[in-house]
């Protein structure tokens, strides 16, 4: 069983080295090879077929079918003359004499006549060292062949082949592969309270996919070692990576399991210094407040709940940019710049007590408290007019708004029961003073 924790990545020596994972790059002895990589050819991607199908070789017709359309070309003849350009091309590099292409019994390889040449592709070995984390018997070398899968990925399988259908069938397994070591890596670091380990290896899985999972799986290690600050920013860091600054907005599911992320901090005790410091605004703003979509929906249930009390006056003001034409923006460099510019705005033009969001990339929510009707139209104003002194003619501002106090979305059943939840309140606390 030690040959199953015998993890070996580095190239060395005479060794051909073949990167397929988040990139296409191939080495001889850790020099770049002396044959041209160009994303689209025939003649490479043979070339990486019979490197990764390694001594088993692959067939004639498998090689057909992921090479051509069989139904608009002759793929017998396209493959000969593919492998003829191959053999060309191998005999005029580093590597003539040293690997050939041979077939026997309509089966093809890439044979080695060097002995001291290695021939490795990232995927192969990837999926090598997880099929021997599955056999292995101990924690510690199961882990550890788990690590290496994970440093093996760098990203999708062959990324500059996309649309090809032998690459798009094997993506999706090394992906899968990936997400299960992440998993499985990170059950066996808990066990082991390796948590530092977690939050290096989730930092490496939110890179390669923004995923909550991961995001949940780093949070949990870090109350794990009582780092409340830094699981807050993961979690800040998280909504910035789901929503952006794009403005796109995640589906339901994805803001749910945000919200759950966000409640474990729930449970991270501290003193009220810690406390004070992770709910302060870290730095003194004059205008308005910019929150994130799903904090802006909170504040906003909050502020509608207080409006149909009769306790506050707010008004919701939607913000949408246009072009000249009034048409919606195509060009998606100059609509984030209008963006910018209409987020820098809108924080300037409105007071501190107010809050606004991005709802998609061409529109922005404000919520104002304690206006009145007449009083929006002056912020409307003064928004619309700092817009056109700072962009001219080139862009249309749409302004709406809608009195909270005339929301439709009311229920009367709602209301009667709060009444009657309210009065029964008075009557208790009454009793309680007479005791």
Request: aromatic share 8%; glycine share 6%; net charge neutral.
């Amino acid at each position: 069983m030690e040959n199953d924790c015998d993890v070996k990545e580095e190239t060395e020596g005479k060794e051909l080295y073949v990167c397929t994972l988040g990139t296409l790059d191939a080495r001889y002895g850790g020099e770049p090879l002396d044959i041209p990589l160009s994303a689209g050819g025939k003649v490479i991607q043979l070339f990486l077929l019979l490197i990764w199908a390694g001594k088993e070789g692959i067939s004639r017709v498998k090689l057909q079918d992921s090479l051509y359309d069989r139904k608009n070309t002759d793929a017998a003849n396209a493959l000969r003359i593919t492998v003829s350009r191959l053999r060309k091309m191998l005999s005029q590099s580093i590597l003539q004499d040293k690997i050939k292409i041979e077939v026997y019994k309509s089966t093809y390889y890439l044979n080695v006549y060097d002995e001291h040449l290695k021939i490795r592709m990232d995927a192969v070995l990837m999926d090598n060292y997880y099929q021997q984390s599955q056999r292995a018997e101990t924690d510690t070398c199961r882990q550890q062949l788990l690590e290496s899968v994970c440093r093996l990925y760098n990203g999708d399988f062959l990324p500059v082949m996309s649309g090809e259908a032998w690459v798009e069938s094997s993506r999706s397994h090394y992906q899968d592969i990936y997400f299960k070591s992440v998993r499985e890596a990170c059950a066996l670091m808990a066990r082991h309270r390796d948590y530092e380990k977690i939050v290096k290896l989730c930092d490496t899985a939110l890179e390669i996919y923004p995923l909550v999972e991961w995001v949940e799986e780093k949070m949990e290690a870090l109350l794990s070692l009582k780092r409340y600050g830094e699981a807050l920013k993961a979690y800040e860091n998280a909504l910035s990576i789901f929503i952006g600054e794009t403005g796109n907005i995640p589906s339901d599911y994805v803001l749910a399991r945000l919200k759950q992320v966000g409640a474990q901090l729930q449970n991270a005790s501290g003193g009220i210094e810690d406390i004070r410091k992770s709910l302060e605004e870290k730095e003194w703003s004059a205008g308005a407040y910019y929150c994130s979509y799903p904090g802006f929906i909170d504040c906003f249930r909050r502020e509608n709940r207080l409006t149909e009390r009769g306790r506050r006056k707010g008004i919701l003001i939607i913000c949408t940019i246009r072009d000249a034409r009034d048409c919606p923006i195509e060009n998606q460099i100059r609509l984030q710049e209008y963006s910018d510019i209409l987020n820098q705005v809108i924080h300037d033009s409105l007071r501190r007590g107010d809050i606004y969001t991005k709802y998609s990339p061409d529109q922005f929510l404000i919520m104002a408290s304690d206006l009145k009707k007449d009083k929006c139209r002056m912020i409307e104003n003064r928004i619309a007019n700092s817009m056109r002194s700072r962009c001219g003619q080139k862009v249309i501002l749409h302004l709406q708004n809608v009195d909270l106090g005339e929301w439709g979305g009311k229920n009367e059943e709602a209301e009667k029961l709060q009444k009657q939840r309210d009065a029964g309140k008075r009557k208790r606390s009454k009793k309680y003073y007479m005791q």
